[in-house]
């Protein structure tokens, strides 16, 4: 039987090892990728550790990663916008629930979804773009999915939304692709970042940049914001909540956070021993700021929710 190579999670916590699979032929709608370069996300560290709590519904052994980008080797009976040969780059969603590991990132051969692949320029590298899947899925769901922001489509002939959206972590790779969707879609966009990026952001088309280092900058947006209509806020990294619910709590418009960061890292917990110790004060403090955020939010008016990037693929 025709295999190759793969990065496999044998089990809860375990580590990670290198296993020959069986190659998996595309479904109808399904293109089967040889794999040239993938991005490596926190989030799967988390799944080998947290994975039990965060993805219960994964089944061992696992093959992981979202972020991937090669050339295709076939392809379904329904596909017609790609062929063999074509470069591309593409959201793998084995770590989806209901999907299947022949769909992870971590292997010399991957699936597909049509829906949730795009042909590469001939300018743009795999390594280049294999960054960009996650991070532009995440800035999608949270901005056009109906229950989150719900902000009109990117247009290549956009009409001004004469709207603004906030961006708390503008320079974080989901800042920064959700500022080019807002800009694409018609909106303005405010955003904060270390004031070394600002000259970036300003070129990627936000409109005002605030230093998120500062103490004084919820209090700024507000009053750039007093004559404009607000389409809702980004919140992206940790305390970015907090600022966002104090801004669009004092502004007009649409009081709505997606939100792409929990109140907590689990950075620091361990898949091995010492994992509990780490664990338990960690879930804790989660818990504690998810309450705090809460009643911070719904004495101001204002609505959040937390942001699952792979949601575009179901």
Same mark, same amino acid.
């Given at each position: 039987?025709?295999?190759?190579?793969?990065l496999?999670?044998?089990?809860?916590?375990?580590?990670?090892?290198?296993?020959?699979?069986?190659?998996t032929?595309?479904?109808?709608?399904?293109? +089967?990728?040889?794999?040239?370069?993938?991005a490596?996300?926190?989030?799967?560290?988390?799944?080998?550790?947290?994975?039990?709590?965060?993805?219960?519904?994964?089944?061992?052994?696992?093959?992981?990663?979202?972020?991937?980008?090669?050339?295709?080797?076939?392809?379904?009976?329904?596909?017609?916008?790609?062929?063999?040969?074509?470069?591309?780059?593409?959201?793998?969603?084995?770590?989806?629930?209901?999907?299947?590991?022949?769909?992870?990132?971590?292997?010399?051969?991957?699936?597909?979804?049509?829906?949730?692949?795009?042909?590469?320029?001939?300018?743009?590298?795999?390594?280049?773009?294999?960054?960009?899947?996650?991070?532009?899925?995440?800035?999608?769901?949270?901005?056009?999915?109906?229950?989150?922001?719900?902000?009109?489509?990117?247009?290549?002939?956009?009409?001004?939304?004469?709207?603004t959206l906030?961006?708390?972590?503008?320079?974080?790779?989901?800042?920064?692709?959700?500022?080019?969707?807002?800009?694409?879609?018609?909106?303005?966009?405010?955003?904060?970042?270390?004031?070394?990026?600002?000259?970036?952001?300003?070129?990627?088309?936000?409109?005002?940049?605030?230093d998120?280092?500062?103490?004084?900058?919820?209090?700024?947006?507000?009053?750039?914001?007093?004559?404009?209509?607000?389409?809702?806020?980004?919140?992206?990294?940790?305390?970015?909540?907090?600022?966002?619910?104090?801004?669009?709590?004092?502004?007009?418009?649409?009081?709505?956070?997606?939100?792409?960061?929990?109140?907590?890292?689990?950075?620091?917990?361990?898949?091995?021993?010492?994992?509990?110790?780490? +664990?338990?004060?960690?879930?804790?403090q989660?818990?504690?700021?998810?309450?705090? +955020?809460?009643?911070?939010?719904?004495r101001?008016?204002?609505?959040?929710?937390?942001?699952?990037?792979?949601?575009?693929?179901?």
């Open positions: 039987m025709p295999s190759h190579e793969a496999i999670l044998g089990k809860k916590r375990d580590p990670f090892s290198v296993h020959v699979v069986p190659d032929a595309p479904g109808m709608d399904e293109i +089967l990728v040889s794999v040239r370069a993938v490596v996300n926190p989030f799967e560290r988390l799944i080998q550790s947290m994975g039990d709590i965060i993805t219960p519904w994964m089944t061992y052994p696992a093959i992981l990663g979202s972020d991937v980008a090669g050339d295709v080797i076939a392809i379904g009976s329904n596909i017609t916008r790609f062929k063999v040969g074509d470069r591309v780059a593409g959201f793998a969603a084995g770590e989806e629930k209901g999907r299947r590991s022949a769909e992870g990132a971590f292997q010399e051969q991957v699936i597909l979804m049509e829906k949730m692949t795009v042909p590469l320029p001939d300018n743009l590298s795999f390594e280049a773009a294999s960054v960009l899947p996650l991070a532009l899925t995440t800035a999608a769901a949270g901005l056009f999915q109906p229950d989150f922001l719900a902000m009109h489509y990117p247009s290549v002939q956009r009409a001004p939304a004469e709207k906030v961006v708390w972590g503008g320079s974080t790779s989901v800042g920064c692709n959700a500022i080019q969707l807002a800009i694409a879609a018609g909106y303005d966009v405010i955003a904060t970042s270390s004031l070394r990026n600002a000259p970036y952001l300003k070129s990627l088309g936000a409109s005002a940049i605030y998120r280092h500062s103490p004084s900058t919820p209090s700024a947006i507000i009053e750039a914001l007093r004559e404009r209509e607000v389409c809702g806020a980004l919140a992206i990294g940790t305390g970015s909540a907090k600022a966002c619910i104090d801004i669009l709590g004092a502004t007009k418009g649409q009081r709505f956070i997606a939100m792409a960061t929990p109140p907590v890292s689990f950075d620091e917990v361990p898949a091995g021993r010492g994992r509990w110790q780490k +664990l338990l004060p960690a879930l804790m989660m818990v504690v700021g998810n309450i705090s +955020l809460a009643l911070r939010a719904r101001r008016g204002v609505k959040t929710k937390f942001i699952w990037g792979g949601r575009p693929s179901s």
